[in-house]
C-alpha cells in the first residue's frame, strides 16, 4: 500500500471543514451554476451524491419550493447525518421524511439504490474521490470512479440527468482563496471564517497529493466526457465554473 492510505473523508473534523466552503463566493457562484443546470422540478426524486453539509440539498429544496417528491443526501462521512437533521428542521417548508441522508461510501459502488430509483443525481466536487487501490500492481486506479458512473447511470430512469462538478486538473486553491479574501472582511466572525479557510487549504493539501498519485481523479474534461458516453450518457455538456477551478457537467441517460 502507499505509504498515505488513510482518507481523511469520514473524519468528522474534516467534514465539517468542508461546510465552511458553502459561505465563499466562487462556491456560491458554482452552486448557482449547477443548479441553473440541474433546473430540478416539482414531484422529483433526487440523489445528491457525496453531499456533505447539504447545500446542493439546501438549493434544490428552496428552488422548489419544496414540491420535490424526496432528497436523498449519500456522503461516506457520518458527521454530515447531524447536518441533515438540520436541515428537516430549518428549512421551510418542513421536509419531514422527504430528505434524507444515508452514510455511504461510494467507492463500494451505490448498492444501497435500486435501478431507476432517482429521477435525476446531482453531486457537488465529490466524485473525483472514488478511490480504488489495485493490490496486484501496487497503484491506484480509476476503477471506482468508472464503476460509480456506471452506477450512477443505473440508479437513473430513463430521461434523467446526471449534473455534477469536479475540480480541473491541477486545481489552484490560491485562486479560490483569493476570490474568498474579500468575504473573510466582510463576514461577521473574520477569524471563524480564516480559520475555517486554513483547514480547507490543509485538507486541500492532501487532495492534490493524492491526485498527483493517482488515488483521486481531476481528470481533463475530454476524459470525463469520454467516461460519461461509455457508460452510455448522451447530450453531455460542460462548463467552467468555480473561478475556472471546476467544470461542471450535464449528461442525460437516453429515454
Ligand atoms: C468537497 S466536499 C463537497 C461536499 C458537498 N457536495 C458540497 O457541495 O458542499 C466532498 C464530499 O465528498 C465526500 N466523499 C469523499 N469521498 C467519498 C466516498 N468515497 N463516498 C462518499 N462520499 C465521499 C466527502 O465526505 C465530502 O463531503
Given at each position: 500500500m502507499p505509504a498515505v492510505a488513510r482518507s481523511y473523508w469520514p473524519d468528522t473534523r474534516c467534514a465539517k471543514a468542508f461546510w465552511g466552503q458553502h459561505d465563499l463566493p466562487p462556491y456560491r457562484q458554482l452552486l448557482a451554476d449547477t443548479l441553473a443546470w440541474a433546473n430540478p422540478g416539482s414531484g422529483e426524486r433526487w440523489l445528491d451524491l457525496g453531499c456533505g453539509g447539504g447545500a446542493i440539498t439546501r438549493a434544490i429544496w428552496e428552488r422548489t419550493a419544496g414540491t420535490v417528491a424526496e432528497i436523498v443526501g449519500a456522503d461516506c462521512a457520518e458527521a454530515n447525518a447531524d447536518a441533515y437533521a438540520r436541515l428537516r428542521e430549518n428549512l421551510?417548508?418542513?421536509?419531514?421524511?422527504?430528505?434524507?441522508?444515508?452514510?455511504?461510501?461510494?467507492?463500494?459502488?451505490?448498492?444501497?439504490?435500486?435501478?431507476?430509483?432517482?429521477?435525476?443525481v446531482v453531486s457537488g466536487l465529490s466524485i473525483s474521490y472514488a478511490e480504488a487501490f489495485d493490490l496486484a500492481t501496487g497503484t491506484w486506479t480509476t476503477a471506482a470512479y468508472d464503476q460509480l458512473l456506471t452506477e450512477v447511470f443505473r440508479i437513473i430512469r430513463p430521461g434523467g440527468r446526471f449534473v455534477f462538478s469536479v475540480?480541473?486538473?491541477?486545481?489552484?486553491?490560491?485562486?479560490?482563496?483569493r476570490f474568498s479574501l474579500l468575504a473573510a472582511f466582510q463576514s461577521e466572525r473574520p477569524l471563524q471564517y480564516l480559520k475555517r479557510s486554513w483547514?480547507?487549504?490543509?485538507?486541500?493539501?492532501?487532495?492534490?497529493?493524492?491526485?498527483?498519485?493517482?488515488?483521486?481523479?481531476?481528470l481533463p474534461a475530454d476524459v470525463v466526457t469520454r467516461k460519461l458516453a461509455a457508460v452510455g450518457f448522451v447530450q453531455i455538456a460542460q462548463r467552467l465554473s468555480y473561478c475556472d477551478q471546476a467544470y461542471i457537467f450535464r449528461a442525460h441517460k437516453p429515454s
Open positions: 421551510t417548508p418542513a421536509p419531514g421524511e422527504r430528505i434524507q441522508f444515508v452514510c455511504h461510501d461510494f467507492s463500494a459502488g451505490l448498492e444501497a439504490f435500486a435501478d431507476r430509483e432517482f429521477d435525476h475540480n480541473v486538473p491541477n486545481p489552484s486553491w490560491a485562486k479560490v482563496a483547514r480547507m487549504l490543509w485538507y486541500g493539501r492532501w487532495l492534490k497529493r493524492e491526485a498527483r498519485a493517482g488515488r483521486f481523479h481531476y
